[in-house]
DNA sequence: GAGTGGTCTAGACCACCCT
DNA sequence: GGGTGGTCTAGACCACTCC
């Protein structure tokens, strides 16, 4: 038989992986206890303990003390994916990135903006419009506001020849946000950024950066040119 | 001071991401070794392993035998977003959901698709169309290819009740897949099918799903109405 | 109350890889 | 060669929660 020794955490979590794949625990059933299987597999309890913890980060388990252990009706697999630097991701791509800085405006910000990064009425903002290029093509337009109260060091920035996204994550790098994907019609301005009809097909990014815990650093949209596909792996 | 004591591998991750973040530990810099954080936090190594090893997954610091652990300079932050089930989804969003099969049919599939779920050429597929809605109001357009090979039982399946979304997803532990996220315009039948104008911009959504190592269980393509945002936390 | 997972400890050995 | 992180072990105590 193929009995390779289970020694390791990540042996015991394929063989986990096996069991749940060929259903011999099945959605919503127990899994033995940790100490039962670390007897059944002849190793520490912990060693088991690191695996199902792995296992349940992805989903596929559900854990509670004194619950036990439970396979998870609706295996909702999370997918991970990294918020790149844009100039990183067109670099990636073999292309050559350029930037080139449209506008840069102290202004206030129009009331849902305001709510948006919670700021008081009345308060300015750096609103920034940027384009990113690959090949001398554009690829991103990138229409972005910060909070200069939060982040006072950015006025001092030459945001010419800098992206405000590459100094932001450079610099304020360990914060939150949530980010909401779209699709949306190109109005005649951004097809004239973008070099692309009006009324195409873009994907949208809204992102929005905080630190710990309320302060919105900045809000961004960005704005891919027409057939941009973001891709993600499970 | 504010000297709480640091106990738990949760007190040193807070400890050691504060440091991050007040930039004590700079990008780029190399953080002391584990025995000797241990030392200074007055616990054992273990728990400090356990801390930069979550901080590390976060993608916050890389470390590597021997070299020690250092602070990533570009901290690419990983998102994790679950894959629906789109009942759940609509569910989840207070609405009523609906399922309507538009077309079920086992036929050739064209060359793109046949490279992109690796299938020989002659070999037929199990091709879906349907649409959920939310309130009697479309939501999503579905169009879904089936590798019968890979999943016989499909066929017996009552597709015009269940949905293949989520008969696939309960039934088919699958291993891995990828996402393609993207912008489309909506051609006229597919405008006709959503209740929308054709042109409109629509969040298009191309799953690929595989088991392991290389069979395609399925391929999907998911178009939202106009207006559709995927949420995603950080 | 009792059984489960969550975690900490102290020690040990190993794999890796920089110098 | 030697220092680093990766991991395993055995034992212990605790927190939670189901019965």
Redesign the interface.
């Known amino acids: 038989m193929g009995d390779a020794a289970i020694n390791s955490w990540l042996d015991v979590q394929t063989e986990v992986l096996r069991r749940?794949?060929n259903?011999v625990w099945k959605?919503g059933e127990l899994l033995p206890a940790e100490t039962d299987l670390a007897i059944e597999f002849g190793c520490a309890r912990s060693t088991v303990n690191r695996a199902l913890q792995a296992i349940a980060e992805e989903?596929l388990l559900e854990r509670k003390r004194r619950g036990g252990t439970r396979v998870v009706?609706?295996?909702?697999?999370?997918?991970?994916?990294?918020?790149?630097?844009i100039r990183?991701q067109i670099e990636q791509l073999q292309r050559d990135y350029g930037y080139r800085l449209i506008s840069r405006r102290v202004q206030r910000p129009p009331l849902k903006l305001r709510e948006c990064m919670k700021v008081p009425a009345g308060q300015n903002l750096l609103h920034i419009k940027a384009l990113h290029t690959a090949d001398q093509m554009p690829f991103v337009l990138e229409d972005r506001w910060i909070n200069t109260q939060v982040v006072p060091e950015i006025a001092t920035v030459d945001l010419k020849s800098n992206s405000a996204n590459e100094w932001l994550?450079?610099n304020v790098?360990?914060s939150?946000?949530?980010?909401?994907?779209?699709?949306?019609?190109a109005s005649d301005t951004e097809a004239a950024a973008l070099s692309c009809e009006p009324?195409?097909?873009?994907?949208?990014v809204?992102r929005r950066t905080h630190t710990?815990y309320l302060s919105v650093i900045t809000a961004v949209r960005l704005l891919?040119i027409?057939?941009?596909?973001?891709?993600?792996?499970?």
């Not at 946000?177 to 019609?185: E, F, N, P, T, V």
């Open positions: 749940l794949h259903r959605p989903g009706v609706h295996p909702q697999r999370k997918a991970t994916f990294t918020i790149p630097v990183l994550v450079e790098p360990f939150g946000g949530d980010y909401s994907l779209s699709a949306s019609m009324g195409a097909s873009l994907f949208t809204e710990e891919y027409p057939g941009y596909k973001m891709r993600i792996d499970l």
